[in-house]
Nanobody
Framework: QVQLVESGGGLVQAGGSLRLSCAAS????????LGWFRQAPGQEREFVAG????????VYADSVKGRFTISRDNAKNMVYLQMNSLKPEDTAVYYC???????????????WGQGTQVTVSS
């Protein structure tokens, strides 16, 4: 079991930037993939970005390509989401997830954090 805790959310104006962090604990010796999802009011949770254990493979939702960057630091058991050029439609609760033996970084996450709120004003 892996425990995940997100941080770094907040209020930012459109065009601004935020950096989200997620700290992992528990079975951190496993070569797990990490990802970010988000859920806006009245919407289903959607995939945002994913990264392999080595960091060599990343995948992004079309809506954030070119604006968001996912990275990880295995020595610190951390995963990050750098969000630039933020838009009001990016407003959501952001969650990090962890998964093992994933075929795709877009799904297969079995552990989740509690979420952190990101609000982008126009």
């Amino acid at each position: 079991q892996v425990q995940l805790v997100e941080s770094g959310g907040g209020l930012v104006q459109a065009g601004g930037s935020l950096r989200l962090s997620c700290a992992a604990s528990g079975r951190t010796f496993s070569r797990y993939g990490l990802g970010w999802f988000r859920q806006a009011p009245g919407q289903e949770r959607e995939f945002v970005a994913g990264i392999s254990w080595s960091g060599g493979n990343t995948v992004y939702a079309d809506s954030v390509k070119g604006r968001f960057t996912i990275s990880r630091d295995n020595a610190k058991n951390m995963v990050y989401l750098q969000m630039n050029s933020l838009k009001p439609e990016d407003t959501a609760v952001y969650y990090c997830g962890a998964g093992e033996r994933q075929v795709s970084l877009r799904y297969g996450y079995t552990s989740w954090g509690q979420g952190t709120q990101v609000t982008v004003s126009s």
